[in-house]
């Protein structure tokens, strides 16, 4: 024999109890079968509506009580087309019994716990009359039991208590006459031993499943609901989460204490007692596993989590006081203050010294709670041997669950790291001594966070998530999301990189989509965007708040730079494009990096020397492994190459300007470029990357531009100022060919002190062939005194710059 139980779900329409139907027809083809039915779904609560309305004297009690008429009428009119009626008079004969108990309500305003049930009562009675008729009218072997005249409890209305040995006799008796296939039960009802109708309280239908299990020895109890079996994750909020297969019994009671819907722990001991296996199933797609929960768990040994749950509306209370030391008695008259309240701890957790004890109780109860403890403790209080309780709302429980966690070393080091890395500040922490379930108090605010960073660390090693936020989607911009596109399914292959862009903003809207924004036609999201404001975009992500997010700076903006300390103090790796901060004032460049050391985020910035050149990493691993650096030097100015090398006397200096503008390799303002501050700015990252404590203006700049170009006010300005000054050009460029040299724009570092200029390259030197828009740098270290290191490649573009990004992308998600 099987126990079968649907819940409200699972009867909650004509469309549904025929699903339910065809797996009772199919599962009777083996055995005989005892299906325990639900109220359907929502009528429970509509009946406690209609009473709570009656004995307010509000008349709209009819039209809830209209409501539930409807519900069941329609029901029998769609599952029984033919030869109803006599369905219908009994339905109606019910709900008259019904009506005139919400009019009994409506007269004399009191609703007792024991018409409670009464009133409850009527849902299961009529989901399992009418399910029961449908199936006889189909010509199936089926019988409907009322469960009141099996299960007897005490007077305890609301939550009775079972009487065990009655009810299990009754249960047998009945069914050792019983010839009939399949028994339709209604659920969460039952009798007293006087008559009276009573409840079995919260998850009743499957207590009652639970019950009949027990009693015949069934060779299963199946729960059939509205999900595929218990998940390793709350469905709703880890999309990721996926059914687990097998659970021991301690460990469903577990996931189930902590949050897990589908189970209510109390209701099945029953079944814990007998050692029947359970198995968790969808009614709606009947052909999934589901979880099957029996004595033994599955044991990975890859990982022995099984699952990660959570509480929300946790209160958490700390008493406290130096008394409380070594003093026994305490603790007792804590929680027997709590327990003559009725308040429920769900979380205890008190440090070796004694010095204070940290619980934590559902959020309605702690106010009483506050109020109890400060009048049972006032006397401790008022000579300050204790503090008064210390109350703290707004929070919750997460918890990492699995039977075999004991074996395995470095669980709770790696669910700590995790929570730490993703800027989740623990508030308490409990364990257990068999090390069955590990138990956090967190922020409310950060619990889908934690969810799916704890997840994808102990589930989804497939794949970790990067959630970036661009601002700036401009050339550079359109080239990384093509890139991220373009490499998506590569990244997930082979690195096991999830790259998801949520958020972007141009410089006049900005738009989010927490799932990700789809590529393919990523310009079109902007087409319902909102207008672009930096304070609303860093507000957004915080409020998103996602695992592993990167804010990606691809601007030239001082405002944008300005947020970097924003994001990293929230544990938001900062990627930036923008130059600025790290050539501005050197405390910034060193707070910004203090910053993300002291909040495990990543302020990565390659692009800011050479584009996609790997010239910052390969500097920064020259001084890890010990190396000294004793001189650079370097060409670092794409865009003055591309000038020089493509300017001469068969050309003017004006036109080469505007052709290196218009291909994409200067800013918008070539004196960015042409002044020589760009690359200034440069040698100073790479001066401070080394060590160096320098300022900008430490930086010695020879400017090849004459005092018109420099003093001209807007970029028109500047470009006729270069026409007028053609001939300083020309002379320039006919020294060096004089002389047999190339012109190249150098940067130099050596002995503490920086400078750049234009310089005649000799024939033979390393800078004298560079080509178009190509950097070079050389790096002469102590390992390297006269062959130097030498990193060589395009230093500008929209393509390469955007690869030095994704670059940088890509090292936090390896990280």
Same mark, same amino acid.
């Given at each position: 024999?099987?126990?079968? +139980?649907?819940?409200?779900?699972?009867?909650?329409?004509?469309?549904?109890?025929?699903?339910?139907?065809?797996?009772?027809?199919?599962?009777?083809?083996?055995?005989?079968?005892?299906?325990?039915?639900?109220?359907?779904? =929502?009528?429970?609560?509509?009946?406690?509506?209609?009473?709570?309305?009656?004995?307010? +004297?509000?008349?709209?009690?009819?039209?809830?009580?209209?409501?539930?008429?409807?519900?069941?009428?329609?029901?029998?009119?769609?599952?029984?087309?033919?030869?109803?009626?006599?369905?219908?008079?009994?339905?109606?004969?019910?709900?008259?019994?019904?009506?005139?108990?919400?009019?009994?309500?409506?007269?004399?305003?009191?609703?007792?716990?024991?018409?409670?049930?009464?009133?409850?009562?009527?849902?299961?009675?009529?989901?399992?009359?009418?399910?029961?008729?449908?199936?006889?009218?189909?010509?199936?072997?089926?019988?409907?039991?009322?469960?009141?005249?099996?299960?007897?409890?005490?007077?305890?209305?609301? %939550?009775?208590?079972?009487?065990?040995?009655?009810?299990?006799?009754?249960?047998?008796?009945?069914?050792? +006459?019983?010839?009939?296939?399949?028994?339709?039960?209604?659920?969460?009802?039952?009798?007293?031993?006087?008559?009276?109708?009573?409840?079995?309280?919260?998850?009743?239908?499957?207590?009652?499943? *639970?019950?009949?299990? *027990?009693?015949?020895?069934?060779?299963?109890?199946?729960?059939?609901?509205?999900?595929?079996?218990?998940?390793?994750?709350?469905?709703?909020?880890?999309?990721? *989460?996926?059914?687990?297969?097998?659970?021991?019994?301690? $460990?469903?009671?577990?996931?189930?204490?902590?949050?897990?819907?589908?189970?209510?722990?109390?209701?099945?001991?029953?079944?814990?007692?007998?050692?029947?296996?359970?198995?968790?199933?969808?009614?709606?797609?009947?052909?999934?596993?589901?979880?099957?929960?029996?004595?033994?768990?599955?044991?990975?040994?890859?990982?022995?989590?099984?699952?990660?749950?959570?509480?929300?509306?946790?209160?958490?209370?700390?008493?406290?006081?130096?008394?409380?030391?070594?003093?026994?008695?305490?603790?007792?008259?804590?929680?027997?203050?709590?327990?003559?309240?009725?308040?429920?701890?769900?979380?205890?957790?008190?440090?070796?010294?004694?010095?204070?004890?940290?619980?934590?109780?559902?959020?309605?109860?702690?106010?009483?709670?506050?109020?109890?403890?400060?009048?049972?403790?006032?006397?401790?209080?008022?000579?300050?041997?204790?503090?008064?309780?210390?109350?703290?709302?707004?929070?919750?429980?997460?918890?990492?669950?699995?039977?075999?966690?004991?074996?395995?070393?470095?669980?709770?080091?790696?669910?700590?790291?995790?929570?730490?890395?993703?800027?989740?500040?623990?508030?308490?922490?409990?364990?257990?001594?068999?090390?069955?379930?590990?138990?956090?108090?967190?922020?409310?605010?950060?619990?889908?966070?934690?969810?799916?960073?704890?997840?994808?660390?102990?589930?989804?090693?497939?794949?970790?998530?990067?959630?970036?936020?661009?601002?700036?989607?401009?050339?550079?911009?359109?080239?990384?999301?093509?890139?991220?596109?373009?490499?998506?399914?590569?990244?997930?292959?082979?690195?096991?990189?999830?790259?998801?862009?949520?958020?972007?903003?141009?410089?006049?809207?900005?738009?989010?989509?927490?799932?990700?924004?789809?590529?393919?036609?990523?310009?079109?999201?902007?087409?319902?965007?909102?207008?672009?404001?930096? $304070?609303?975009?860093?507000?957004?992500?915080?409020?998103?708040?996602?695992?592993?997010?990167?804010?990606?700076?691809?601007?030239?903006?001082?405002?944008?730079?300005?947020?970097?300390?924003?994001?990293?103090?929230?544990?938001?790796?900062?990627?930036?494009?923008?130059?600025?901060?790290?050539? =501005?004032?050197?405390?910034?460049?060193?707070?910004?990096?203090?910053?993300?050391?002291?909040?495990?985020?990543?302020?990565?910035?390659?692009?800011?020397?050479?584009?996609?050149?790997?010239?910052? %990493?390969?500097?920064?691993?020259?001084?890890?492994?010990?190396?000294?650096?004793?001189?650079?030097?370097?060409?670092?100015?794409?865009?003055?190459?591309?000038?020089?090398?493509?300017?001469?006397?068969?050309?003017?200096?004006?036109?080469?300007?505007?052709? *290196?503008?218009?291909?994409?390799?200067?800013?918008?303002?070539?004196?960015?470029? !042409?002044?020589?501050?760009?690359?200034?700015?440069?040698?100073?990252?790479?001066?401070?990357?080394?060590?160096?404590?320098?300022?900008?203006?430490?930086?010695?700049?020879?400017?090849?531009?004459?005092?018109?170009?420099?003093?001209?006010?807007?970029?028109?300005?500047?470009?006729?100022?270069?026409?007028?000054?053609?001939?300083?050009?020309?002379?320039?460029?006919?020294?060096?060919?004089?002389?047999?040299?190339?012109?190249?724009?150098?940067?130099?570092?050596?002995?503490?002190?920086?400078?750049?200029?234009?310089?005649?390259?000799?024939?033979?030197?390393?800078?004298?062939?560079?080509?178009?828009?190509?950097?070079?740098?050389?790096?002469?270290?102590?390992?390297?005194?006269?062959?130097?290191?030498?990193?060589?490649?395009?230093?500008?573009?929209?393509?390469?710059?955007?690869?030095? !990004?994704?670059?940088?992308?890509?090292?936090?998600?390896?990280?």
């Amino acid at each position: 024999m099987k126990v079968l +139980k649907f819940g409200g779900t699972s009867v909650g329409s004509a469309a549904n109890i025929t699903q339910v139907i065809s797996i009772l027809e199919k599962k009777s083809q083996d055995t005989s079968i005892v299906a325990v039915v639900s109220a359907v779904g =929502g009528v429970t609560d509509k009946l406690l509506k209609a009473g709570d309305l009656a004995i307010k +004297k509000d008349e709209a009690y009819l039209q809830v009580f209209e409501d539930i008429q409807n519900i069941h009428i329609e029901l029998v009119n769609t599952l029984i087309l033919e030869d109803n009626n006599e369905i219908i008079a009994k339905i109606e004969s019910k709900l008259s019994e019904l009506k005139s108990l919400l009019e009994g309500l409506f007269l004399l305003n009191d609703l007792t716990p024991k018409i409670s049930d009464k009133l409850v009562s009527f849902g299961e009675l009529l989901s399992s009359y009418i399910i029961a008729e449908c199936m006889a009218s189909k010509q199936m072997n089926v019988t409907r039991k009322n469960s009141q005249e099996l299960i007897v409890t005490n007077n305890n209305h609301g %939550n009775a208590q079972v009487k065990k040995d009655i009810t299990r006799a009754n249960i047998k008796a009945y069914f050792d +006459k019983s010839d009939a296939l399949i028994t339709i039960l209604p659920g969460f009802v039952a009798n007293s031993e006087d008559g009276e109708q009573t409840t079995l309280g919260r998850g009743g239908s499957d207590f009652t499943a *639970a019950i009949v299990a *027990a009693a015949l020895n069934a060779e299963v109890l199946e729960i059939w609901t509205d999900v595929s079996g218990m998940f390793t994750a709350n469905p709703k909020i880890v999309k990721q *989460a996926k059914p687990i297969e097998r659970l021991s019994f301690q $460990e469903a009671l577990e996931l189930s204490h902590f949050g897990a819907k589908v189970l209510y722990p109390p209701t099945v001991q029953p079944v814990l007692e007998a050692k029947i296996p359970m198995l968790i199933k969808n009614t709606l797609r009947p052909d999934d596993e589901g979880t099957r929960i029996s004595n033994e768990s599955e044991v990975s040994i890859k990982n022995p989590v099984r699952g990660i749950t959570h509480i929300n509306d946790i209160a958490l209370l700390t008493l406290q006081g130096p008394s409380m030391v070594g003093i026994p008695g305490f603790s007792k008259r804590l929680f027997e203050t709590l327990a003559s309240e009725k308040i429920n701890v769900i979380f205890i957790t008190q440090a070796s010294s004694e010095h204070a004890i940290c619980f934590g109780i559902n959020s309605e109860d702690a106010k009483l709670a506050e109020t109890i403890i400060n009048e049972a403790f006032e006397y401790e209080i008022t000579l300050k041997k204790i503090e008064p309780i210390v109350v703290e709302t707004g929070l919750s429980i997460i918890a990492v669950i699995g039977d075999n966690m004991k074996n395995y070393q470095g669980i709770s080091g790696r669910m700590f790291r995790t929570l730490g890395k993703n800027n989740i500040n623990v508030r308490a922490i409990a364990q257990g001594a068999s090390e069955r379930n590990i138990s956090a108090v967190i922020n409310e605010n950060d619990v889908k966070k934690a969810l799916n960073s704890l997840h994808e660390r102990f589930f989804e090693v497939e794949a970790k998530q990067l959630n970036v936020f661009i601002v700036g989607v401009g050339n550079v911009g359109e080239r990384l999301i093509d890139q991220i596109e373009q490499q998506h399914e590569f990244l997930k292959e082979k690195l096991q990189i999830d790259v998801r862009i949520i958020g972007m903003a141009n410089s006049r809207k900005m738009v989010f989509k927490e799932d990700g924004i789809p590529l393919e036609n990523w310009p079109s999201a902007f087409d319902f965007a909102q207008q672009s404001n930096l $304070e609303g975009f860093f507000n957004k992500v915080i409020e998103l708040n996602l695992r592993n997010s990167i804010f990606v700076d691809i601007t030239a903006h001082e405002v944008v730079s300005d947020w970097y300390a924003a994001y990293l103090k929230n544990s938001i790796s900062v990627v930036a494009c923008n130059k600025i901060a790290c050539s =501005g004032p050197y405390d910034v460049y060193e707070n910004l990096h203090n910053l993300a050391l002291s909040y495990n985020a990543s302020f990565l910035y390659e692009t800011n020397v050479g584009a996609g050149l790997p010239i910052i %990493n390969t500097l920064n691993n020259l001084v890890a492994s010990g190396d000294k650096v004793t001189s650079i030097q370097a060409v670092l100015s794409g865009s003055l190459n591309f000038v020089f090398n493509n300017f001469g006397d068969h050309t003017n200096f004006h036109d080469t300007v505007k052709r *290196a503008q218009f291909e994409g390799y200067t800013e918008p303002d070539p004196r960015i470029d !042409l002044s020589g501050i760009d690359v200034a700015r440069k040698i100073l990252i790479l001066a401070r990357e080394n060590g160096g404590k320098m300022e900008i203006d430490d930086i010695e700049n020879e400017s090849f531009l004459t005092k018109a170009n420099l003093e001209a006010e807007t970029v028109d300005d500047f470009y006729e100022s270069l026409k007028e000054d053609e001939a300083h050009f020309q002379d320039i460029y006919a020294s060096a060919k004089a002389n047999d040299c190339q012109l190249k724009y150098v940067a130099e570092f050596k002995d503490g002190k920086a400078k750049v200029g234009l310089r005649e390259i000799p024939i033979g030197h390393p800078f004298y062939n560079l080509e178009g828009k190509d950097n070079i740098v050389m790096f002469y270290t102590e390992r390297y005194p006269e062959q130097p290191l030498i990193v060589k490649g395009a230093g500008a573009g929209a393509d390469v710059t955007a690869s030095g !990004l994704f670059a940088d992308i890509i090292k936090i998600g390896n990280r």
